[in-house]
Nanobody, 120 residues
């Protein structure tokens, strides 16, 4: 059983910053790629950024240079530092992990989502 627990969402004013955290718990053997996805109201879920176990990152074109993804492998945790936030960034942010469980079953998991609301 694996769970991804997200935190850090909330209300911020335009221009502010927010740091999201996501920790993976459960019968985990190893975690490969972790990432953050966002879903605005009435929109589809889109990738924000991903990071491999070795630290290689990929960003959506629209958020590159505004957000920074990082991870702490010792804590099975991925972070998303978001700066200069705008109202258009208001969305539910979901954590994702591509991992292998202790019984060597590979799969990907989603967190429950954390709401980020940016006011003008």
């Amino acid at each position: 059983h694996v769970q991804l627990l997200e935190s850090g969402g909330g209300l911020v004013q335009a221009g502010g910053s927010l740091r999201l955290s996501c920790a993976a718990f459960g019968s985990i053997f190893s975690i490969n790629t972790m990432g953050w996805y966002c879903q605005a109201l009435g929109k589809q879920r889109d990738v924000v950024a991903t990071i491999t176990s070795g630290g290689s990152t990929n960003y959506a074109y629209s958020v590159k240079c505004r957000s920074t993804i990082s991870r702490d492998n010792s804590k099975n945790t991925v972070y998303l530092q978001m700066n200069t936030l705008k109202p258009e960034h208001t969305a539910v942010y979901y954590c994702n992990a591509d991992l292998i469980t202790l019984d060597y079953s590979g799969n990907y998991y989603w967190g429950q989502g954390t709401l980020v609301t940016v006011s003008s």
